[in-house]
């Protein structure tokens, strides 16, 4: 599988972005998709994660109400839409996806087999 993520970029503190991550290799269908981020200095953090089919979806306690992850399973693409982003939210953003998995462990980093390369999304004060 791979993933291709795009949609980063600068954007002031209240704005919004959309960042989209397609898939490849695989029936997406079936796997539970993800999307983490990474500040300097910290830790891979979980964004946002659905599952598989789309009935469950869980949230970073920071971007709750903020965001919103959705997929086109006939794209084979998962999005994240971030409104009133903050300066914290400055991070790079990782999508990831793997076959399905136990609720969980939909938050969990190391659940995920197949991981984008990432794309730097910057909140300017």
């Known amino acids: 599988v791979q993933l291709q993520a795009c949609g980063g970029g600068l954007v002031q503190a209240g704005g919004s972005l959309r960042l989209s991550c397609t898939a490849s290799?695989?029936?997406?269908?079936?796997?539970?998709m993800a999307w983490f981020r990474q500040a300097p200095g910290k830790e891979r953090d979980l964004v946002a994660a659905?599952?598989?089919?789309?009935?469950?979806?869980i949230y970073g306690n920071s971007v709750k109400g903020r965001f919103a992850i959705s997929r086109d399973n006939a794209k084979n693409t998962v999005y994240l839409q971030m409104n009133n982003l903050k300066p914290e939210d400055t991070a790079v953003y990782y999508c990831?996806?793997?076959?399905?998995?136990?609720?969980?462990?939909?938050?969990?980093?190391?659940?995920?087999?197949?991981w984008g390369q990432g794309t730097q999304v910057t909140v300017s004060s």
């Open positions: 990831a996806t793997t076959p399905r998995i136990v609720l969980s462990s939909l938050g969990i980093p190391s659940s995920y087999q197949y």
């Open positions: 290799g695989r029936t997406f269908r079936d796997y539970d």
């Open positions: 659905m599952r598989y089919s789309g009935g469950t979806t």
